[in-house]
């Protein structure tokens, strides 16, 4: 079943219409959703609407079952959608605003060799709302209003693979820009994916203004083969081709992410092999450490390899930095919570 969520204002005003009501009380629905406030919380809508609409949607697309707080501020939600599917999301708090992390899949088709969110597959593509929804709730947890704002900033990097759910994606990134509601800018959104490089052109042709992040993990297709199974359909010369033409078309700095893993990527053969493949690019490296998951295996790469590849990367004037890690102590990495909470229950 859809909630309030799902649908746009103008989806609101339609529906409005149709349940004989008059044209204002589209403003009162449509407030109400972005607030995430349930039907039994609503005091300003007759009953007889709030029946008419409760038959047809949900009022809220997902519920909050599990909050598991960080000692670096971060938190971890376990989101319950209307099916009983579990997704997870986390909320990090920096100096400039707080960023939301959210799932854009039940699971992720895209098998990563380190990612614990492809290990049971994909189960199914989130809705729009289901997305919103995340976002919305993790504002309101957080004292936030659509007002007076909590969640600045957005990145879709929880589970799932983006770029596999593009209609729900696009329409979720236009919902939670859009001006009368939460009006998070598209400038503080960044969308995280695996490199579907016919998407991502597609996405520049779209004409959002969305930060696009890629998950590169490696500089040849020999090496990268090995962790990301997609590289085989779309090798990094797309990647990178696609890459460039995103830039073109947004003006959009690209942000390669690069998570090291001992004795995969992370010598300095393959800092110099990256610095070659980017050399020239606009762009900027995310160097994140690996998160052990256990049916996985792989280890992270240990801390002076890590400073070692850094630092081949900036005398090489590659744009750098080591991304801090949030939410160790708390399964923080995409994947981990959720199969941890299905294993245990
Ligand atoms: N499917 C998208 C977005 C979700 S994954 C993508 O591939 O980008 C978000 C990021 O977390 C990706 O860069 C992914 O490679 C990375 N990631 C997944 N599992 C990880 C782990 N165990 N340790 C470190 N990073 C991981």
Redesign the pocket.
Known sequence: MLSLQDLDYNEIKELIKELGQPSFRADQVFDMAMKDKDYAEVTNLPKSLIAGLAERYRARAVEVIAEYRSRDGSVKYLYRLFDGNIVEGVFMPHDYGNTVCIS?QVG?R?G?A????GIGGLARNLTAGEMLGQVLAANRLNGGTPKKRTVTNIV???????L?NYENVIKFIKAVSFGKGINISQRNISL????LADRIRQLADDGLNIIL???L?APTDEKRNAL?PMNRKYPIKDIIGAARYYFEKTGRRIIF?Y?LAEGKNSDAESAEELSRLLKGLNCHVNL??????KE?G?K?ANDDSVKEFLSILQKNKISATLRRSMGQDIEG????LRRKYLGES
């Open positions: 854009t992720c895209m990563c380190f990612c614990a969110s879709l990097m929880g589970s799932g693979e983006p596999d995280s994916t695996v490199g992040t890629i998950s993990h990301i992410e998570t994140i450490k690996l998160n052990y998951v996985k792989l992270s990495a995409c994947g981990q």
